[in-house]
């Protein structure tokens, strides 16, 4: 019986972190599901992990570009919901990419961002080479 109350409540713990970390601010979100690439200050590893600093606001420019950011795989395979995700996004472009976003941007809707996840995006490098540009060049 003894084993049994323990087990149940490692289960409930374990429930309520999971709750606790999907809950989190989209800072922490962003630490806990994609710091791990692009590293705690957002500066990556570029090439092949590009910085997420400046660039990405200047790509708000171009409609495309908006879905490319929640379409690439770490951020629509991530386990954040649609409206976490979302957050995150928009709080990597006011925190690090204010300074070259447009005049009329506006924030990524939870419902953009549900809409776009479902679009798999097959080739990441093709597409923004296609819409952005090649950083080989």
């Not at 490692?10 to 601010?25: E, I």
């Not at 910085?51 to 950011?69: A, K, P, S």
């Given at each position: 019986?003894?084993?049994?109350?323990?087990?149940?409540m490692?289960?409930?713990?374990?429930?309520?972190?999971?709750?606790?970390?999907?809950?989190?601010?989209p800072?922490?979100?962003?630490?806990?599901?994609?710091?791990?690439?692009?590293?705690?200050?957002?500066?990556?590893?570029?090439?092949?992990?590009?910085?997420?600093?400046?660039?990405?606001?200047?790509?708000?420019?171009?409609?495309?570009?908006?879905?490319?950011?929640?379409?690439?795989?770490?951020?629509?395979?991530?386990?954040?919901?649609?409206?976490?995700?979302?957050?995150?996004?928009?709080?990597?472009?006011?925190?690090?990419?204010?300074?070259?976003?447009?005049?009329?941007?506006?924030?990524?809707?939870?419902?953009?961002?549900?809409?776009?996840?479902?679009?798999?995006?097959?080739?990441?490098?093709?597409y923004?080479?296609?819409?952005?540009?090649?950083?080989g060049?």
């Open positions: 019986m003894v084993r049994r109350h323990s087990q149940m490692a289960l409930l713990m374990g429930l309520l972190l999971a709750q606790l970390v999907s809950a989190g601010s800072r922490i979100n962003y630490l806990l599901h994609c710091s791990g690439c692009h590293l705690p200050g957002a500066e990556g590893n570029p090439p092949n992990v590009p910085t997420l600093h400046h660039e990405l606001g200047r790509m708000m420019n171009v409609h495309e570009m908006r879905e490319y950011l929640v379409r690439v795989p770490g951020s629509a395979q991530s386990a954040l919901s649609d409206a976490d995700l979302a957050a995150v996004v928009n709080w990597l472009l006011i925190e690090f990419n204010a300074d070259t976003l447009p005049p009329e941007f506006e924030l990524l809707s939870t419902d953009e961002v549900s809409a776009a996840r479902k679009a798999i995006l097959a080739n990441p490098l093709e923004r080479i296609t819409h952005w540009r090649n950083y060049e």
